[in-house]
């Protein structure tokens, strides 16, 4: 299977980063053929620009300058994001990189007269989510919500299409974690990612 994964963490030492060079690892020694886009590392822009803006709602989408993670979108049949919660959702690079690459014509069409969304993403089979959260999961789930799993989950997740299997892997309470909860967390992440 041809799968993309998209890591966004500016640091390379840290334990987010670990995790997406698990995630590939473990796919690659599975015998799947990976994508990998750290968008950090490879200096991807979140802001979206005024003529990206200006055309969201126009074919075809002005997205010239985003055009090669396009490509990649539309050709994987499975995608997992990895990637910190910070303030409940997503770096502001990953939020950049759905703005601007998700766009209309690209993840769904858009009737604005009826207000309805066609996906357009149905060559994605598989979308899954390897996360962290500095809060323990009672204050990102029952107190603040947890944003960004919905955005993901209810939002992203629906452009793949109506048959897409989906996974959500969080380690909660990072702000607490010790060596032992990283390493079984890791190690979670490796036997679910192996199943694929």
């Not at 010790?178 to 990612?193: G, L, M, Y």
Request: aromatic share 12%.
């Amino acid at each position: 299977m041809l799968i993309q994964v998209v890591h966004s963490h500016p640091l390379t030492d840290s334990y987010g980063h670990a995790l997406f060079a698990t995630v590939v690892t473990t796919l690659r020694q599975s015998g799947h053929q990976v994508v990998a886009t750290d968008l950090d590392r490879e200096g991807f822009d979140p802001a979206m620009r005024a003529d990206e803006r200006r055309g969201y709602y126009q074919r075809p989408y002005p997205g010239d300058a985003v055009a090669a993670y396009t490509t990649e979108l539309r050709r994987a049949e499975a995608i997992i994001f990895c990637f910190p919660q910070w303030w409940f959702s997503l770096p502001a690079t990953l939020k950049g990189y759905f703005d601007r690459v998700w766009a209309p014509g690209v993840a769904f069409e858009h009737d604005l007269a009826g207000g309805r969304i066609k996906p357009l993403l149905t060559n994605i089979r598989l979308f899954g989510v390897v996360t962290t959260y500095g809060s323990p999961w009672w204050l990102a789930r029952l107190v603040a919500g947890d944003p960004g799993r919905k955005v993901l989950m209810r939002a992203l997740k629906p452009m793949c299409g109506p048959g897409v299997r989906s996974f959500y892997l969080a380690h909660y309470d990072m702000d607490r974690s010790t060596a032992e909860s990283r390493k079984a967390f890791i190690e979670r992440v490796r036997t679910a990612i192996s199943r694929i």
